[in-house]
């Protein structure tokens, strides 16, 4: 369908996570240094850029965001091992959390998601920021965190292990929550996990392995579910230039479920349009001079590009 944001936009540099807010307009986390890290604002249905959201107070390599029930906008600050609090203006608000380089803390944080409860689920990859580096010396694990937002606590909702279609180390990356209620938790280095949201008991894996080797040769990005319960994630193929796909599962059997004509979960296959895609969500919004298809009047969106540096980190 086109390029919805074009190269540069706004500032746009390595987008990572895409978030349409209460206004429906998009939010895109941008940037790679204390100067360019920021949330830049789109408008929903055009892509025409509007403004920087928020910057500043300490954001740094901004990975994932998410609209809190107190109506603030949390985003982890990935190279300061931190999550943030912006109001509804753009306005900085306080400090959320913060890392302490020891397990369980919030190490390399990701990906943030609310459950219906108001806990708030954030993905961490087990590094501790070291002057504007990622450092994973420590051999911390990457957990999913639950935090109880009325008192900052929190404690360790899942710590898995690797796939055994991985590298040998796990790097979770993307959440969605499910029809059912089950939280869904990509993992970069393979396979997707599901998880009762009451117990954190794990309930199925979904492989990703959609490049067919072992170890695999695509890596995986974020989640979204569409209304029908459809769950979509992105990849890319490191051994040819980094070109990504969409993949797309059931919601409820986790089974694949491919175009016509590819294989495996394959939705989209893969393609020079999608360069090393990270970000994906479904938009309620249809753009202009659009013809939506006869399953859906609703949208994907994908982006990327991000640093190869922190997250092919053995």
């Known amino acids: 369908m086109g390029e919805f944001i074009t190269p540069g936009s706004g500032g746009l540099v390595s987008p990572d996570d895409l978030n349409f807010g209460p206004d429906g307009n998009l939010y895109v986390t941008s940037g790679t240094t204390p100067e360019t890290s920021s949330i830049l604002r789109y408008d929903g249905m055009t892509g025409e850029f509007i403004d920087v959201f928020a910057a500043g107070n300490g954001l740094f390599r901004p990975y994932g965001a998410a609209f809190g029930p107190d109506g603030y906008l949390y985003v982890s600050s990935f190279l300061s091992d931190e999550i943030l609090r912006f109001d509804s203006a753009g306005e900085f608000i306080d400090v959320f959390a913060s890392g302490n380089g020891l397990p369980g803390g919030l190490n390399g944080p990701n990906d943030l998601l609310f459950a219906p409860d108001g806990s708030l689920y954030v993905t961490t990859q087990g590094s501790v920021a070291t002057n504007g580096e990622a450092d994973f010396s420590a051999g911390l694990p990457s957990q999913v965190l639950r935090f109880d937002i009325t008192t900052q606590t929190s404690m360790v909702f899942a710590e898995p292990t690797p796939s055994p279609d991985g590298f040998g180390f796990v790097s979770l990356l993307g959440l969605a929550l499910g029809f059912e209620g089950d939280l869904f938790v990509s993992d970069f280095a393979n396979d997707i996990r599901r998880y009762d949201l009451e117990t954190g008991n794990l309930v199925s894996v979904l492989p990703t392995n959609y490049t067919g080797t072992i170890p695999s040769n695509n890596f995986i990005g974020n989640l979204t579910f569409d209304p029908n319960n459809i769950l979509y994630t992105v990849g890319f193929d490191f051994t ?15 089974e694949p479920l491919p175009s016509a004509g590819n ?52």
Not at 267 to 280: A, E, Q
């Open 263 to 314: 294989t495996s979960a394959v939705f989209v296959s893969t393609n020079d349009k999608l360069l090393r895609p990270i970000g994906i969500a479904f938009t309620p919004q249809i753009p202009p001079k659009t013809v939506p298809e006869p399953f859906s009047v609703l949208g994907l969106l994908a982006v990327g590009v991000w640093g190869v540096q922190t997250k092919l980190r053995r």
């Open 240 to 254: 040819n230039n980094n070109f990504g796909a969409i993949l797309r599962y059931d919601g409820i059997s986790g």
